[in-house]
C-alpha cells in the first residue's frame, strides 16, 4: 500500500551530522516505489530536495520565512495543515520539532542535547526549543532514537517518551564509501602525519581538550586537522585553532567533501573524538569503516557505535594527560591497508529507512 509521508526537511542543506541523517534519509526515501513525498524545506534547499527526492517526490512545501525562529514556528503550528490538505498518512520530523496536527507523527531524536546542554546555544534557541522539542516528544504518537544510548537518556528524562520509543541506529553513507579519495590543498605531500577531529565547535566536542594539547606541543610531532564547519559555540577552542594553523601545528578544513573527507580517513595517523556527549557518533562510524585507528571519549553513544572494536581506545573526556600518552602511543604503530567496509553490526541507510517506512506504516 501506498503511503504518504510528510518530512520536515528544512535541516537538509546542514553542514554537520543533522545535515547528512537529512539528506540520507531523503535519498533513501525517494527511491522507493511505495511512498509519495511531501517535503517541507526552505526556498533556498528546493533544487536539494528534488534532486534527493527522486520519482517519489510529490510535493515541496515552502515556508514563507527561513530564519532561524520563524521556521521553527512554522514547522510546529502551521505545517500541520499544509499535511493534511496534501492528505498525508504520517508526519516525520528530522529534528526536534513535529507539527500539532491530528495525522499521526513520528519524531526522530538524534540526541538530548537541546535539554540537557541548552546552556551551550544562542539565546532564541535557548529560550524556545527546549520547551517546543518536549511538546513535541510528548505529542508525537511514535519515537524513533538513533542509538540505544539517546534512548536511554529519553528514558531518564520521560519515562513516558521511553515507552513509545524504538531504536533505528543511524546508517552508513554508501557515497563516502565510494568517494574516490583526495587530498585537501592545505596538506601537502611533505605536510607529515596528523591526528584527525571530524565535527564543528559545539563545546560538547571538547576541542579544546586538543587545541591545548596541541598549543603546549603537538603529540609525537602529529599536525592536528580539524575537518568541520565553522559553527558551534566554542570561542576559545576557535581561538586557538586559528593560532595554531597560523603556527603550522593545525589545519582546519571547514568545506570538506566526500572526497577529501575519506583522505583524510585513510591517511590519517590516528582518529580523535574527545566528545562529552553524542546521540549517535556517525564520524567515528566513518573512521571504522575506513579502519582508521581511534581514541574517543568514553561517552556511551561512542562506546554503543565502537562495540568493543579493539582498534578504538576509550578515554576519559576530562584527562588530559591519559589523552596526550594514548596520542603519542598511537602515532608509533603504522595503520594497515584495507579497503572500507561496512563495520560489523552497522546498517545501510536504505535498512534504515526501511525500518522507519516500517514504523510508520504501523502508526499511519
Known amino acids: 500500500m501506498l503511503l504518504r509521508i510528510g518530512l520536515l526537511a528544512d535541516t537538509v542543506e546542514y553542514a554537520g551530522g543533522i545535515g547528512r541523517y537529512v539528506r540520507e534519509v531523503l535519498a533513501a526515501l525517494g527511491t522507493r516505489s511505495d511512498v509519495r513525498l511531501n517535503v517541507l524545506a526552505p526556498r533556498s534547499a528546493v533544487a536539494t530536495v528534488e534532486r534527493l527526492g527522486g520519482e517519489a517526490l510529490d510535493a515541496v512545501t515552502v515556508p514563507p520565512r527561513d530564519d532561524q525562529v520563524s521556521l521553527a514556528l ?59 522539542y518536549r511538546n513535541s516528544l510528548t505529542d508525537a504518537t511514535a519515537l524513533v532514537a538513533v542509538s540505544a544510548a539517546t534512548r536511554a537518556r529519553l528514558a531518564e528524562i520521560g519515562p513516558a517518551w521511553n515507552a513509545k520509543c524504538s531504536v533505528i541506529p543511524n546508517g552508513m553513507s554508501p557515497h563516502l564509501l565510494d568517494a574516490t579519495p583526495a587530498a585537501p590543498a592545505a596538506l601537502t605531500p611533505d605536510a607529515g602525519p596528523f591526528a584527525l577531529v571530524v565535527g564543528d565547535l559545539s563545546p560538547r566536542k571538547n576541542l579544546g581538550l ?90 556511551r553513544a561512542l562506546c554503543e557505535v565502537a562495540g568493543g572494536d579493539p582498534s578504538v581506545i576509550h578515554l576519559d573526556p576530562t584527562d588530559a594527560s591519559g589523552w596526550r600518552h594514548a596520542i603519542a602511543a598511537a602515532a608509533t604503530t603504522n595503520r594497515e591497508t584495507r579497503a572500507p567496509s561496512l563495520p560489523a553490526g552497522a546498517i545501510s541507510w536504505a535498512e534504515h529507512a526501511d525500518r522507519l517506512v516500517a514504523l510508520a506504516r504501523s502508526i499511519a
Not at 74 to 102: C, M, Q
Open 74 to 132: 512554522w514547522n510546529r503550528y502551521r505545517s500541520g495543515s499544509a499535511f493534511e490538505a496534501w492528505n498525508a498518512d504520517v508526519v516525520i520530523g528530522t529534528k526536534h520539532l513535529l507539527p500539532r496536527a491530528t495525522t499521526p507523527t513520528v519524531l526522530v531524536v538524534h540526541d538530548m542535547l537541546t535539554i540537557t546542554r541548552a546552556r551551550e546555544n544562542a539565546l532564541p534557541k535557548r529560550l524556545l526549543l527546549p520547551r517546543q
Open 210 to 299: 586538543l587545541t591545548r594539547l596541541w598549543s603546549e606541543a603537538p603529540p609525537a610531532d602529529l599536525r592536528l586537522v580539524v575537518v568541520g564547519p565553522d559553527s558551534g559555540g566554542d570561542h576559545r577552542a576557535r581561538t586557538e585553532l586559528i593560532e595554531l594553523e597560523l603556527a603550522g601545528r593545525a589545519i582546519w578544513i571547514r568545506d570538506a567533501d566526500d572526497s577529501v573527507l575519506r583522505w583524510c580517513y585513510e591517511q590519517a595517523r590516528i582518529v580523535l573524538f574527545p566528545t562529552f556527549e553524542e546521540g549517535f557518533g556517525l564520524p567515528l562510524l566513518e573512521a571504522l569503516a575506513f579502519h582508521a585507528p581511534v581514541i574517543a571519549s568514553t561517552d
